[in-house]
């Protein structure tokens, strides 16, 4: 790829990413979103964050396993445990790595 084709590359991405994120803000209060749609855009960031963590948490070595050997899925049980009796997400993030690094470092 030539220096020419790599600028065209980042500039028309530039160009797609502004677009994008910019017509929101453009249209302004113009433009309504349905209730429906307003509801089920609270979970994205949920939805998300589990799309990035889960495959992590479920894979050991480069494989996948639900084994009690994998100390990352481990600790993202201690960390979910904790968060659903404490609702305190410092201290899910606390445990969560006391516990990974505990297994760790045992193992």
């Keep these: 790829m030539s220096h020419v084709e790599t600028w065209v590359a ?6 797609v990413t ?14 309504t979103v349905p209730d429906r749609i307003q509801r089920a855009l609270r979970y994205a960031p949920a939805a998300a964050l589990a799309a ?18 994998n100390d990352k899925l481990m600790a993202g049980i201690a960390a979910t445990l ?17 516990v990974y690094t505990a297994l760790r470092l045992l193992g």
């Design 10 to 15: 980042i500039v028309g991405m530039t160009v």
């Design 18 to 31: 502004v677009l994008s994120r910019a017509l929101f803000l453009m249209a302004g209060e113009r433009v």
């Design 52 to 69: 990035i963590i889960l495959p992590d948490l479920l894979t050991f070595e480069g494989h996948f396993t639900i084994a009690p050997g």
């Design 82 to 98: 904790c968060y659903v009796f404490t609702k305190r997400m410092v201290g899910m993030i606390v445990v969560g790595m006391a």
